[in-house]
């Protein structure tokens, strides 16, 4: 008698098996669990941050391979954590930054220049410090929003930063190529910043939610990571906009 193995039915491999990820801001919220969901899948990771404690106990939660504490921001300190690499890298997400609310006519130029442009400027400082390590088909992963697509009262520049990553996200990624550059365009995500940003209205805004999302559900930093870890792995995205926001965006 001969059986017939069901290729449904087998183990799926890894999808990041022998490849090696950087989180740049990988100790907590989002970065964190895309490291997390990154491990699982068989990478290497790498995280960094600027709290060392944080860091220290993040990558005990991941099992991260190194740390590396440090601002991001900061060109020198950003250049020499890549030099210091000594392996080839496939991926590196970008998780650090955040947007800059608030009426545009109380902002003097250079808080202008800041929050329209301080996303793209961090992405070309790790693009170039990380260029040379990088294996081809790799990606750089950068993250943005959905909510700053509508104009209102109280988001200020947010608007127009966030109409200039997906332009630039696609402009990066025919430079860089062959490593691709995608843009994560995130709603809402329950996590320890959104907590911190929001206070004690967080459970009004997660209620909220749970009533309006088609999805009936706050988006999470799992949600996510799962989308970070299926864009590293899919080699024929590049220089595309990814949005998850539960539908936020047309029901807000």
Do not use: C, W
Not at 28 to 57: C, F, K, S, W, Y
């Amino acid at each position: 008698m001969t059986s017939t193995t069901n290729p449904f039915s087998a183990q799926r491999a890894p999808e990041l098996l022998g490849q090696t990820v950087i989180v740049i801001g990988g100790s907590a919220g989002i970065g964190l669990e895309t490291a997390r969901r990154a491990r699982a899948e068989g990478a290497e990771v790498i995280i960094t941050g600027r709290n060392p404690d944080r860091l220290e106990q993040a990558a005990l939660e991941v099992g991260a391979q190194s740390t590396a504490a440090f601002d991001a921001n900061d060109d020198a300190s950003l250049e020499r954590f890549f030099q210091d690499l000594l392996a080839p890298i496939d991926h590196v997400m970008v998780t650090a930054g955040g947007p800059r609310y608030g009426p545009m006519l109380e902002m003097d130029s250079a808080q202008v220049r800041d929050a329209i442009s301080d996303h793209a400027v961090l992405a070309l400082a790790v693009a170039r410090s990380a260029a040379g390590k990088m294996r081809p088909g790799g990606t750089l992963l950068l993250m943005g929003g959905t909510g700053g697509r509508r104009i209102g009262h109280g988001l200020g520049i947010v608007s127009a930063a966030t109409a200039a990553l997906p332009p630039f996200t696609a402009a990066l990624a025919l430079e860089l190529a062959p490593v691709r550059v995608n843009l994560i365009a995130a709603g809402f995500v329950d996590t320890p910043l959104s907590a911190s940003l929001l206070a004690d209205r967080l459970e009004e805004r997660r209620n909220e939610l749970r009533e309006k999302l088609p999805i009936g559900r706050v988006v999470g930093p799992a949600d996510v990571a799962a989308l970070a870890v299926h864009i590293m792995s899919n080699t024929a995205l590049t220089g595309a906009t990814y949005d998850i926001d539960g539908g936020q965006q047309f029901v807000s």
